[in-house]
């Protein structure tokens, strides 16, 4: 162990390959998400368009385009469409920010060699990171090209100028195509800020004249694919490439409105479980401390204004700030050797969640029972229950002194694949899109006219291979829809699974906290009332 924590990239890869492994074998693609980003990847793969993304047939304006050309060419040299090519994207971007990160760390701490190794440690320890870092998403790969960006601007800072201001340009655009223009939130801050962490006299018009071609080069880059998909999209996909989903997102006016604080509610959850270490907290203020520092000056240029900006903004999830976590552990590992150990009791608090989480799978029907997913309850939960208890246990005794951090890194790559393994897996049904999406097949290659009663997210075409958009309609509809079809199909949802007796479809199988069913005219009869 010891000689692998000397060198440690032979480690981070064989946890992130482990973490993959587990995650392919333990869970399905989760709805509506990464359900929805295959989907929009096998339309573009089956009908041949690489330029305008569809959805249900319908120009896809929500992302850009790199994740669906990533996947779609990752199949086109396996031979073909697999469910784990898309999860494997995520796990080599999440590895080359390991490596991003570590050449960050050495440019700004070039006397101080292990920085950028606790660096690494610290990333990839994060619980919050490793479950994004094998997710269909486009956070971990937006978060590379950031670090790809600041990197090469840290080059042109200590001097290296040439080819530095081009590899810039080229993270940027690489990034937009990822993501849009929200990598800027994440590189534009600390390089405009650069005289306060980098010195006065190194900035001038040569810095700003590099960012300023940098990110023309970028922006060409974006728009060599944005300008012919603009053109052969139509009116509203260009209105929302170029303008309506950024100021969507900003206004919360698409979707996931939270409250300004949000992101502070959740930061235990995303600094977890160095959060919950005594440890930590003194090594950023150990960091913190040293303000005169340039990179801890930087890391907090790169981390406080986008987190102002991220609050601000209307629209909110807790993966949004993935690209800032290599800051923090940045942070932490350059106050790392000026914080004491501790001891044991340093890890007191996060002893005590896990033994509380154990706990709690421990004893599933005490509050499991009473709730929708009661019948998935297994044995493996059990079992999930003891290794926590096992793992909050052994976390008083391993984790203090140097050797501490790789050992509670590597804790929390256990942690997941335990998540995966035994506490995941069991709810697999309701989160599988492909029994449903396969009888669909098979009504596509019969000829039979199906529809979708609700507003559909492309939850079934990859999962059924399916070449037919399914027509979207109102559950007020189903009446009127079925005269017009008499011997078609309608996609519905229950919002609880004991209705699925009373309503007697064709074929039903469970979907989150309900049913999803699939109904003839006579079925469609018998369905609930709106909300039900």
């Known amino acids: 162990m010891n000689s692998l924590v000397r060198r440690p990239w032979l480690l981070w890869a064989g946890c992130l390959l482990l973490v993959l492994l587990a995650s392919v074998f ?24 690489w330029l305008v993304m569809h959805r249900n047939g319908v120009p896809y304006h929500h992302k850009p385009p790199l994740l669906f050309w990533l996947i779609g060419l990752g199949w086109g040299a396996l031979g073909g469409p697999n469910d784990w090519w898309p999860r494997v994207i995520s796990a080599l971007f999440s590895f080359a920010c390991l490596g991003l990160t570590v050449a960050i760390a050495h440019r700004l701490w070039p006397r101080e060699e292990r920085v950028g190794e606790r660096a ?30 600041l990197l090469a601007a840290l080059r042109a800072w200590q001097g290296e100028r040439r080819g530095t201001w081009g590899l810039f340009g080229v993270a940027i655009g690489l990034g937009i195509l990822a993501k849009g223009p929200v990598v800027l939130l994440d590189v534009l801050p600390p390089l405009l800020l650069a005289p306060w962490w980098g010195g006065r006299g190194r900035f001038g018009q040569a810095w700003y004249g590099g960012i300023g071609l940098g990110f023309l080069l970028g922006a060409g880059i974006a728009l060599a694919w944005a300008v012919p998909a603009a053109i052969l999209g139509g009116e509203e996909f260009r209105n929302a490439i170029f303008w309506g989903q950024t100021a969507g997102r900003v206004s919360g006016s698409l979707a996931h409105k939270q409250p300004f604080w949000f992101y502070l509610a959740v930061l235990p959850l995303l600094l977890f479980p160095w959060f919950f270490w005594g440890r930590s907290w003194r090594a950023m203020a150990a960091a913190l401390r040293d303000g005169h520092d340039s990179g801890v000056r930087l890391c907090l240029a790169w981390v406080v204004p986008a987190l102002i900006v991220f609050s601000l903004a209307g629209g909110k999830q807790a993966h949004y700030i993935l690209p800032l976590l290599p800051a923090f552990a940045l942070l932490l590992a350059r106050g790392w050797s000026r914080a004491a150990p501790g001891g044991r009791w340093s890890v007191l608090p996060l002893a005590l969640l896990l033994a509380l989480i154990g706990a709690a799978f421990l004893l599933p029907q005490a509050w499991a029972g009473k709730l929708w997913l009661a019948s998935f309850v297994e044995p493996s939960w059990l079992a999930a229950g003891i290794l926590l208890l096992v793992m909050a246990a052994a976390s008083l005794f391993l984790v203090g002194g140097e050797g501490g951090l790789h050992r509670l890194a590597v804790g929390a790559v256990a942690l997941v694949v335990v998540a995966l393994l035994l506490i995941l897996k069991p709810l697999s049904p309701i989160f599988d899109m492909a029994p449903l999406a396969q009888r669909l097949k098979t009504l596509e290659g019969q000829g039979v006219p199906v529809a979708h009663a609700s507003a559909y997210n492309d939850q079934y075409q990859y999962y059924g291979r399916l070449s037919r958009p399914l027509e979207e309609i109102g559950r007020d509809d189903l009446g009127a829809w079925f005269q017009k079809h008499p011997g078609g199909r309608v996609v519905a949802y229950l919002k609880s699974s004991s209705r699925v007796s009373a309503v007697r479809p064709e074929f039903a199988q469970p979907y989150l906290d309900g049913a999803v069913v699939l109904l003839d005219a006579e079925a469609a009869q018998r369905m609930p009332g709106r909300g039900q």
């Open 26 to 49: 333990g869970r399905p693609d989760i709805p509506i998400d990464e359900t929805r980003y295959v989907s929009v990847a096998w339309e573009m793969w089956s009908g041949g368009d």
């Open 120 to 149: 690494g440690w610290l990333l990839l320890g994060g619980v919050f990171w490793l479950f994004f870092s094998t997710s269909v998403v486009f956070d971990v790969m937006l978060a590379a090209f950031a670090l790809l960006a």
